[in-house]
């Protein structure tokens, strides 16, 4: 890689490029992280005793997610929530990657792909201020089921597990449509209408012949929305609480209320490690490598 | 079983555009039948309407006389081979053969026993476990034949399959394609711009142009006796003399071309004194001794080309209006040279007169 850079622009230019995307990797990513995990094995002590006979390596911190029940419950929550924020973005997501993909002219496809992006030039705490007051009690939607007669009285989606998943559907839809966009439009469209022209209906042709195809990139999207919402904190901060929590929720708590870094660093490397093993569970699932994802 | 195709005065539009002009035509049952035409001349949209990807603006196309209007693709009695072939990639060659079988709910002994038939048809005995990217072009073409034919299709639509594939394989492909429709008697409707194609497979074929169907006729009618002059310039070679009408009776015409002094053909359709006419001859009948009652014109010439059984000759007239010529081999001499004057002769029973003049 080196030479390569050096061949288009020069030696010092090249060390150059080398030397901060180095700094930035070493720097800003692995030094934090090995002092993440060496604080997630020490006991959280006085200042004083850091370095002392009591400061000694220990699963302890590791230890206290099983011990604690509401952690735990809360723990395996947001594992399971995060698996239906994603099931639930794919099954919205795919129809408009598709339609995006091979059945809108050009025109209307630039159109809809612009009227996604633009609300996500805002901010995403705005964003979701946006759904708590839509989901408010007394706020638009409830209005409008009522006006329709949908409904007798209006629905509480605020503070509970609802309003989280409609906020986080939403919130990481883009990261969804577009790897499985990418990936339908590089379907030959013949493809469609030989399955079609053979004998098969709509469901047996997304089935057989454009959802194989497209898996690389429903795998890459369920990834990164697994893992948005998985550490998502702003949505659930916002549209859930107090009744619905998040595990980034009592990750936060630890650092900035308990003031306890050891303890929130082996929290959050639970999760790393549990984002890890989906990311694998789901390449296992698709049969995709790291290759097709990369695409 | 009838399979005969019927386009019932069918109308294609899509805006304002007119891809296909009002056609009313039948394609008999069991008919290797061709649409040839230049690309953008209507003539996938033809497909694409038989096939009912699309549904024609007015009109109906009828499949064995039943109306296919409102029919999905999915559940019409034809089974299409696409230009790019259009093999599923992820699929073996035996799954692909068998999709359509699978689509059908035919059980897994049954489709396994007709593709393996299948295979047998196309010479492919034993590949069914290979991946599609395994075949070579030539082997991928025969798969994409034994997909189509395995729902048993009553019309095979074929949208210039072998464009893709090197002349020698082309060449045996068209037999091959001939001895398939003769075996299983299915309506083979062919779609091309080669008229090599077009012409050695067809019973029939339909010479298109801007969305308009120019003549439909057999092979050797549409070389001899070409209707328009689309037809007479676009199927095989051809010169085209235009000229004015000075007279017309017992079905031959004379024309004034100018420098070129008066020509004598044979007219096509009712033509009369006083309007504009171009006179067709094809390179391979001019002659160069005259005898009695041929027609002659005086050329120089610009190039002389030997290809083996025929010698090509590009000439320029007075009207400097540039003729090809065909010649026998045996009719070489020395005196067939760049700059050489040269005198054509032509019967005139071999040249044709159709209306309109200007440009061919």
Redesign the interface.
């Known amino acids: 890689m080196f030479s390569q850079l050096k061949s288009r622009f020069g030696s010092s230019l090249a060390v150059g490029i080398i030397g901060m995307i180095a700094i930035w990797l070493i720097g800003l990513v692995i030094l934090p992280q090995i002092l993440m995990v060496d604080y997630s094995f020490r006991p959280n002590l006085l200042p004083a005793d850091i370095g002392g006979p009591n400061d000694t390596y220990s699963l302890m911190n590791y230890e206290t997610l099983f011990s604690n029940k509401i952690h735990l419950a809360i723990f395996f929550k947001t594992i399971w929530s995060s698996v239906l924020v994603t099931s639930l973005t794919l099954v919205v997501s795919y129809p408009i990657a598709f339609y995006l993909a091979k059945v809108a002219t050009p025109q209307k496809a630039a159109l809809c792909l612009l009227l996604l992006i633009i609300p996500f030039w805002i901010n995403e705490i705005l964003r979701t201020f946006s759904w708590y007051i839509i989901l408010a009690y007394k706020g638009p939607l409830n209005a409008l089921l009522l006006g329709l007669g949908i409904i007798d009285r209006p629905i509480r989606f605020l503070s509970g597990d609802g309003g989280v998943l409609i906020g986080m559907v939403y919130a990481y839809i883009l990261f969804m449509i577009f790897p499985i966009y990418n990936a339908i439009e590089s379907l030959?469209a013949?493809?469609i209408?030989?399955?079609?022209?053979?004998?098969?209906?709509w469901i047996?042709t997304h089935w057989?012949?454009v959802i194989?195809?497209a898996k690389p990139g429903i795998a890459t999207g369920c990834i990164m929305t697994f893992m948005l919402a998985a550490g998502s904190y702003a949505v659930p901060a916002l549209l859930g609480s107090p009744g619905s929590r998040w595990f980034t929720q009592i990750i936060y708590n630890w650092f900035f209320e308990g003031g306890d870094w050891n303890q929130g660093a082996a929290y959050a490397f639970l999760l790393l490690i549990i984002c890890i093993g989906f990311i694998a569970l789901v390449m296992r699932v698709f049969k995709v490598g790291l290759g097709d994802i990369a695409k | 079983m009838d399979s005969s195709v019927h386009l019932d005065n069918t109308i294609m539009q899509f805006g304002e555009f007119t891809a296909i002009q009002q056609t009313d035509l039948t394609i008999k049952s069991g008919e290797f039948f061709s649409f040839l035409g230049p690309s953008g001349c209507g003539k996938t949209t033809i497909l694409n309407m038989i096939?009912g990807?699309i549904d024609p603006t007015q009109g109906d196309i009828k499949i064995g006389g039943k109306s296919m209007r409102g029919v999905?693709?999915?559940?019409r009695p034809?089974?299409?081979i696409?230009?790019?072939l259009?093999?599923?990639p992820?699929?073996t060659v035996a799954e692909n053969i068998e999709?359509?079988l699978e689509?059908?709910g035919v059980s897994k002994s049954e489709r396994k026993k007709a593709s393996d038939r299948l295979l047998e048809l196309v010479a492919l005995e034993g590949s069914g476990n290979k991946k599609v990217s395994e075949l070579s072009g030539g082997q991928k073409q025969r798969i994409a034949i034994a997909?189509?034919l395995?729902?048993e299709p009553q019309v095979l639509l074929l949208d210039e399959p072998l464009s893709a594939l090197d002349l020698k394989l082309r060449q045996h492909m068209r037999t091959e394609l001939k001895a398939i429709q003769r075996k299983t008697g299915i309506t083979f409707i062919y779609i091309t711009h080669d008229q090599g194609e077009a012409l050695t497979m067809s019973d029939r074929v339909a010479v298109m142009s801007a969305g308009r169907i120019q003549q439909v006729a057999d092979p050797i009618t549409l070389y001899r006796d070409p209707h328009t002059a689309f037809v007479a310039s676009f199927v095989g070679e051809n010169n085209g003399v235009p000229g004015k009408v000075i007279e017309a009776n017992s079905g031959l015409v004379v024309l004034d071309c100018g420098p070129l002094g008066k020509l004598t053909g044979r007219s096509q359709g009712n033509i009369a004194i006083g309007t504009d006419a171009t006179l067709f001859i094809r390179p391979e009948h001019f002659r160069l001794q005259a005898e009695d009652g041929m027609h002659t014109l005086r050329a120089t010439i610009d190039e002389v080309n030997f290809e083996g059984a025929y010698l090509t000759l590009n000439a320029n007239t007075p009207a400097n209006l540039p003729l090809s010529i065909q010649l026998g081999t045996h009719q070489f001499s020395e005196s067939l040279k760049k700059g050489a004057p040269v005198s054509l002769s032509y019967n005139q029973q071999d040249a044709i007169v159709i209306a309109g003049g200007g440009h061919v």
Not at chain 2, 72 to 75: C, F, L
């Open positions: 030959d013949n493809q209408k030989a399955a079609r022209n053979l004998g098969a209906g047996r057989r012949v194989p195809h | 096939s990807f999905p693709a999915n559940k034809t089974s299409m696409f230009q790019n259009a093999l599923f992820l699929m999709f359509g689509v059908r997909r189509a395995a729902v």
